[in-house]
Structures are given as C-alpha cells and as structure tokens.
C-alpha cells in the first residue's frame, strides 16, 4: 500500500503495526507558532534534525500529542515533527474553536 498526497508519495509498511515502538526520545526543538490573531500551536521535532520530515497529525476533536507519538519512526531516519491542532493539547487557547475552521 502507498499513502499518497500532492507533496510526496511514500511507502507505507503495514508490518510496522506488529513491530514494537522505537524507544522513547525526547525533542530537541518545541515552540510555539502563532498562526491567527487568536491561535498559537504548539510544535516539536525529535529525531535526525537531517532525516527525512515525518510529520503527524493527531486523532481530534480535541485530541493532542504526547511523548509515545515520537515512537512510531526510526529516530536515526526520521526528522519527527508532531504539532497540536488549533485549540488543542498544548495549543493556546485551549478548545477555542473561533477562527478554528477547515475551510
């Protein structure tokens, strides 16, 4: 199986889901994303700041990421970057869902 979108195309093992996580790691960058006049995001990456971006988007509504998202890629390989949704998680402020639009 392949996971398509219009920026990349890339290899989707669907063995990895039997496989045991990567061991925990810890970020070397987070910060906070202003991206309205209302909201700010929360963000991290961990991992190879060279490897390869593999960007998640967590489950919602309201939903957020925790340490055992950093898991699912080969730290060595990947460049991990997780964020919290608008109103979400870390992401100020908390369940606002003004201007929390996907249109």
């Known amino acids: 199986a392949r996971f398509e979108s219009i920026y990349h ?4 093992d669907t063995t990895a889901y039997n496989k045991q996580p990567y061991p925990a790691i810890e970020p070397y960058d987070t910060g906070m994303l202003k991206v309205s006049d209302v909201h700010t995001i929360y963000y991290e990456q961990s991992g190879n700041p060279e490897g390869k971006p593999a960007v998640f988007v967590h489950g919602g509504p309201g939903g957020g990421t925790d340490g055992t998202h950093r898991c699912f890629w080969d ?8 964020f919290d949704q608008r109103g979400c998680g870390k992401s100020t402020p908390h369940a606002c869902l003004e201007d929390n639009t996907t249109w």
């Open 9 to 12: 195309t890339m290899p989707l």
């Open 75 to 82: 730290p060595a390989a990947y460049r991990i970057i997780l």
